[in-house]
């Protein structure tokens, strides 16, 4: 009876995925940036206070998950005035919506160090499901013996599909600045023991 029953638990063991390593945003080496057309060139920023938790299953890449979190006053554009502007009521209301969030869903290989990650993205509380194409990197040590980790993504947003309305018309034609909006985010994350 005793051997049956370390038999079950042993194969209870077996069937159970290995647990995932939690790893915590490098701020120092990581960014979110973005780039919007502002009529004929284009205005890049980025958001200088964000985080993201990402628990990392190396047998089961699906299984993993990650959350992360930018402050919206955090935006910078290298231009007082326009950051004011962008943290008004026009753009993202800041002292209303304080917080850019993005809580990962679910994680679909789609091809070599390529995954699709599907989430409910936050923006002046408007939540969107959408699906961000993300690159991993590769896992390395650093010269501290601390586990490190990889990843990138580039997508386009609609600023519309937020409530980030606001625009002006030009008197050729056309608008002062685009509805899509280029993303880009690099994470560096360091494994918590």
Request: proline share 3%; charged share 25%; glycine share 6%.
């Amino acid at each position: 009876m005793k051997h049956v029953r370390f038999l079950l638990i042993a194969a209870l063991f077996a069937a159970t995925p290995l647990l995932a390593e939690s790893f915590k945003i490098d701020k120092a080496h990581s960014q979110a940036e973005f780039k919007v057309r502002h009529m004929m060139s284009s205005v890049t920023g980025r958001f200088n206070d964000f985080d993201a938790t990402i628990d990392l299953n190396r047998a089961n890449p699906a299984a993993s998950k990650v959350d992360f979190t930018i402050q919206a006053a955090s935006i910078n554009t290298a231009n007082e005035n326009r950051d004011k502007h962008l943290r008004s009521a026009d753009f993202f209301e800041v002292e209303k919506y304080p917080t850019i969030t993005f809580k990962g869903t679910k994680i679909a290989p789609a091809g070599k160090d390529r995954f699709d990650v599907t989430g409910n993205l936050t923006i002046r509380g408007v939540t969107k499901e959408v699906t961000l194409p993300v690159t991993f990197l590769g896992f390395a040590k650093d010269p501290w013996g601390k586990e490190r980790a990889g990843f990138e993504l580039e997508t386009t947003l609609n600023r519309k599909d937020y409530g980030l309305n606001w625009n002006k018309a030009l008197d050729q034609g056309g608008f002062l600045l685009a509805d899509e909006v280029k993303i880009m985010i690099a994470i560096e994350a360091v494994q918590e023991k």
